[in-house]
């Protein structure tokens, strides 16, 4: 691990005091998952506009694919 420091704000370190003493962990703990958490939604939130990015862009020529998805999915596996 990487030693850091950061500022807060008062009522900010308050709070995170409060809850860490509710789950009973460490205040670097509850800051170190609580970052996990943000960078992981922040992963999901890129992969979700990458997928929107590709809607619409390609065509299968078939008037019909979002209604019969699946067998057509199932003639081709």
Known sequence: MIRTQIQLEVSTFEQMKTLAAQLGCSIAELARNS??????????????????NVL???KSG????????DRYLADEW
């Open 62 to 69: 078939l008037s019909d694919l979002s209604s019969n998805h």
């Open 56 to 58: 619409g862009r390609y």
């Open 35 to 52: 970052i996990k958490e943000k960078l992981a939604q922040h992963d999901q939130c890129d992969k979700w506009a990458a997928s929107q």
